[in-house]
């Protein structure tokens, strides 16, 4: 992976150059795991006019193999008691290495930070290095993409056997609990995101916290989670009948969200501009007579973020490329009575390639558990 990561930083430094930045200094995490291949706590990554440096408070030897950084990329650890800040030392380090200017992540450091680095190197220029390691990050290699692909294999495997159990009477605070539980026996660094199960009244209620509310007979039961797998987040929701046999307001329900669902995923096409997507979801629940409720938007990306652009949503700028994981989870929900959500974890395919890779394959069948 050490060519990955270095292909990454030559990019990155091509677009500082472009813009004027001798050096840059990378601190938001999952910016700097993109291109260093770990993030210990606090560290940052300096890409200098002459060498690049992970600068880190503490030392990284003790950290999994899976976590270590970019072997070809030199760590710098700070010393003393505190330690101190990482950014400011590696603004010192950029001035020492001749750098005049330095781009920074202005939307990740705080006003004191970004002071801190003018007062270490009052010669150095700061200048906004703005998303662009983010816009990187979008388009996924195929080594990324396997890691979401297994991370949705666990995904899966755990919300099947949660499936396969007694329901009835649990808590959902409970079910949330035991599924990542599961998640991690079968592999996953963790849950990518706080598990969300709702039932009865909070079934569809997007990020909905779960409560002590017991599962009934007859509730919906909506279920959104994900799995982390080396660093990369994907994710899952479906809706499910307890018991008895859906009613028909239920039945309606989730045929009319499942009909939206579908129109997203069909739309997942390289080239496809992002409102299309959303809107072509949004039509189907929209001439239903859902218009109000709605979720501000269809789907997002997903990778070392569980939420990263591009964002499906009415004001979104910007067209698919191939390569790209999001998620289409469309939902009504019904104050009061409970609703559906159908999310899934998706690569956007070319037509070639037999279309959008779907991740998520667990069943969207209206079951009655």
Not at 27 to 53: F, Q
Not at 237 to 250: L, S, Y
Not at 253 to 272: C, H, I, M, N, T
């Given at each position: 992976?050490?060519?990955?990561?270095?292909a990454?930083?030559?990019?990155?430094?091509?677009?500082?150059?472009?813009?004027?930045s001798?050096?840059?200094?990378?601190?938001?995490?999952?910016?700097?795991?993109?291109?260093?291949?770990a993030?210990p706590?606090g560290?940052?990554?300096?890409?200098?006019?002459?060498?690049?440096?992970?600068?880190?408070?503490?030392?990284?030897?003790d950290?999994?193999?899976?976590?270590?950084?970019?072997?070809?990329?030199?760590v710098?650890?700070?010393?003393?008691?505190?330690?101190?800040?990482?950014?400011?030392?590696?603004?010192?380090l950029?001035?020492?290495?001749?750098?005049?200017?330095?781009?920074?992540?202005?939307?990740?450091?705080?006003?004191?930070?970004?002071?801190?680095?003018?007062?270490?190197?009052?010669?150095?220029?700061?200048?906004?290095?703005?998303?662009?390691v983010?816009?990187?990050?979008?388009?996924?290699?195929?080594?990324?993409?396997?890691?979401?692909?297994i991370?949705?294999?666990?995904?899966?495997?755990?919300?099947?056997?949660?499936?396969?159990?007694?329901?009835?009477?649990?808590?959902?605070?409970?079910?949330?609990?035991e599924?990542?539980?599961r998640?991690?026996d079968h592999?996953?660094?963790?849950?990518?995101?706080p598990?969300?199960?709702?039932?009865g009244?909070?079934?569809?209620?997007?990020?909905?916290?779960?409560?002590?509310?017991?599962?009934?007979?007859?509730d919906?039961?909506?279920?959104?989670?994900g799995?982390t797998?080396?660093g990369?987040?994907?994710?899952?929701?479906?809706?499910?009948?307890?018991?008895?046999?859906?009613?028909?307001?239920q039945i309606?329900l989730?045929?009319?969200?499942?009909?939206?669902?579908?129109?997203?995923?069909?739309?997942?096409?390289?080239?496809?501009?992002?409102?299309?997507?959303?809107?072509?979801?949004?039509?189907?629940?929209?001439?239903?007579?859902?218009?109000e409720?709605?979720?501000?938007?269809?789907?997002?990306?997903?990778?070392?973020?569980?939420?990263?652009?591009?964002?499906?949503?009415?004001?979104?700028?910007?067209?698919?490329?191939a390569?790209v994981?999001?998620?289409?989870?469309?939902?009504?929900?019904?104050?009061g009575?409970?609703?559906?959500?159908?999310?899934?974890?998706?690569?956007?395919?070319?037509?070639?390639?037999?279309?959008?890779?779907?991740?998520?394959i667990?069943?969207k069948?209206?079951?009655?558990?």
């Amino acid at each position: 992976m050490s060519e990955v990561y270095a292909a990454r930083r030559t990019r990155l430094r091509e677009y500082c150059n472009a813009g004027g930045s001798a050096a840059a200094l990378v601190s938001r995490p999952a910016n700097v795991r993109y291109l260093a291949g770990a993030a210990p706590h606090g560290a940052v990554l300096l890409l200098g006019k002459t060498e690049d440096l992970l600068v880190c408070a503490g030392p990284t030897a003790d950290r999994s193999t899976q976590e270590r950084p970019d072997e070809a990329l030199r760590v710098q650890t700070l010393h003393g008691a505190g330690g101190g800040d990482p950014a400011v030392a590696a603004a010192g380090l950029a001035a020492r290495q001749g750098a005049d200017s330095l781009a920074v992540e202005e939307h990740h450091l705080t006003v004191a930070r970004h002071r801190a680095l003018g007062s270490v190197a009052p010669r150095l220029r700061l200048a906004n290095l703005g998303s662009a390691v983010e816009q990187l990050r979008v388009v996924k290699d195929e080594e990324e993409i396997s890691c979401l692909r297994i991370g949705a294999e666990i995904a899966d495997q755990a919300l099947g056997e949660l499936l396969e159990s007694i329901l009835v009477g649990r808590t959902e605070r409970h079910l949330a609990l035991e599924l990542e539980r599961r998640l991690v026996d079968h592999g996953a660094d963790g849950p990518a995101f706080p598990t969300s199960v709702g039932t009865g009244p909070n079934a569809g209620r997007p990020g909905h916290r779960p409560t002590d509310r017991r599962v009934e007979e007859g509730d919906f039961l909506s279920v959104c989670l994900g799995a982390t797998y080396r660093g990369y987040r994907c994710e899952i929701g479906r809706t499910f009948v307890i018991g008895t046999a859906p009613a028909d307001w239920q039945i309606e329900l989730y045929d009319l969200v499942f009909a939206a669902q579908r129109a997203g995923r069909e739309s997942l096409v390289p080239g496809a501009a992002c409102r299309d997507v959303d809107r072509a979801a949004r039509q189907v629940l929209d001439s239903a007579g859902y218009t109000e409720g709605l979720t501000a938007l269809t789907g997002h990306g997903v990778g070392l973020e569980i939420d990263e652009d591009p964002q499906l949503s009415p004001a979104a700028m910007g067209k698919l490329d191939a390569c790209v994981p999001v998620t289409v989870e469309p939902g009504v929900h019904l104050p009061g009575r409970g609703g559906v959500r159908i999310d899934d974890t998706l690569v956007v395919r070319p037509e070639a390639d037999g279309g959008p890779e779907l991740l998520t394959i667990t069943t969207k069948e209206l079951l009655a558990l």
